[in-house]
């Protein structure tokens, strides 16, 4: 076997077994070398592959389809929404029923959804860093202020809940973070009370300018959370 071929037939399987091969590399040490360097380099090539999967990736992929499809469908649902403003009313009332989103029916459905699709970003180790002034400063958005902390505040910022803008609290908890979420009234899916999965409590409360929803784990003794927002928050007429 020449040159040229045997080094062919290693490039396309370095672990070759083929006679003519196994012939060529123990009459010739070159190529016996050569064959030991390209088989390493596969080997190299194949242990660089294998990356561990994590355990929750499937659960983690699964939720982050669900919530970019939920806010597709929503959008869709709003332009159809508009254009079916010009028609007859029975018309705009059909496209609404049938671009209803049913990935979440509840707004305990999404708020266990976004709690868990972002509960990697926070640790209840993590500094308490935002001030009640700041809090407030973004409370304004829906014409309410809170008059004391309410615990050490570790994130606040606004995020897309069922597709309109709301604001999104974390609180250093018991055990974990305790999610706090202020919602528009106008929310367009159904209000649940109180809601539970195996891993989280929720508790839901109307006030006349906004919802407030706060989630947190089985140790998390919500009714103090939800007492505690009731004695200080207060609403702008």
Known sequence: MDELQFRRSIYEDPHSTDEDILNAKASDPSKQKFAKEIQQLDDKILSAL????????????????ALESHQQQKKKKRV??????????????TLNFMN???AYTTVGDYAFAHTEFEASHFSNA????VSLASLNKKMAAFHGNFSDNLGQLIFADYCRFDGMK?????????????????????????FTNSFSNQQLN????????????????????????????????????
């Open 50 to 65: 294998k990356v561990p999967v994590p355990d929750d990736m499937v659960q983690k992929l699964i939720l982050r389809q």
């Open 166 to 190: 709301s604001l999104h609290l974390v609180f250093k908890g018991e055990t974990s973070p305790v999610n706090v979420f202020i919602l528009p009234n106008d929310v367009d899916i159904a």
């Open 126 to 129: 993590d500094e308490a860093k």
């Open 100 to 102: 209803f989103s049913t």
């Open 202 to 237: 929720g508790k839901s409360m109307q006030f006349k300018d906004a919802n407030i929803i706060v989630v947190g784990d089985k140790s998390e003794a919500l009714d103090k959370w939800q007492d505690n927002i009731k004695s200080n928050v207060t609403w702008s007429i």
């Open 80 to 93: 159809h929404l508009a254009l079916a403003a010009s028609v007859a009313f029975a018309m705009g009332l």
